[in-house]
Nanobody, 128 residues
Framework: QVRLVESGGGLVQAGGSLRLSCAAS????????MGWLRQAPGKERDVVAA????????FYADSVKGRFTISRDNVKNTVYLQMNSLEPEDTAIYYC?????????????????????WGPGTQVTVSS
């Protein structure tokens, strides 16, 4: 069983930066691809960024390419999302998720429904 806990959300002005962290429990963290998803009010939950189990490949939504960076530390069982040049459109609840349905995944496509474990989420609010 895996437990995920996000931290680092908050209120920031447009153009600012935030770094989200996700601490994971479980001995098999290093075998899972990990992702950050977000959900704004009235919208679906979408994949923002994802990283393969080795950290060797990453995926970014078009809306965040060049601004967000996902990384992981398999010793600390932690995944990060560095968010720069934040825009009001980035306002959402951000969720950390583990791709537990497919261990050792290194594909280029991540479906929100295939992330089998989720954190409670952390609010990110970007003011204009």
């Amino acid at each position: 069983q895996v437990r995920l806990v996000e931290s680092g959300g908050g209120l920031v002005q447009a153009g600012g930066s935030l770094r989200l962290s996700c601490a994971a429990s479980g001995r098999t963290f290093s075998t899972w691809a990990m992702g950050w998803l977000r959900q704004a009010p009235g919208k679906e939950r979408d994949v923002v960024a994802a990283i393969s189990w080795t950290g060797g490949s990453t995926f970014y939504a078009d809306s965040v390419k060049g601004r967000f960076t996902i990384s992981r530390d398999n010793v600390k069982n932690t995944v990060y999302l560095q968010m720069n040049s934040l825009e009001p459109e980035d306002t959402a609840i951000y969720y950390c998720a583990a791709y537990v349905t497919t261990p050792y995944y290194s594909g280029s496509y991540y479906s929100p429904g295939d992330f089998g474990a989720w954190g409670p989420g952390t609010q990110v609010t970007v003011s204009s």
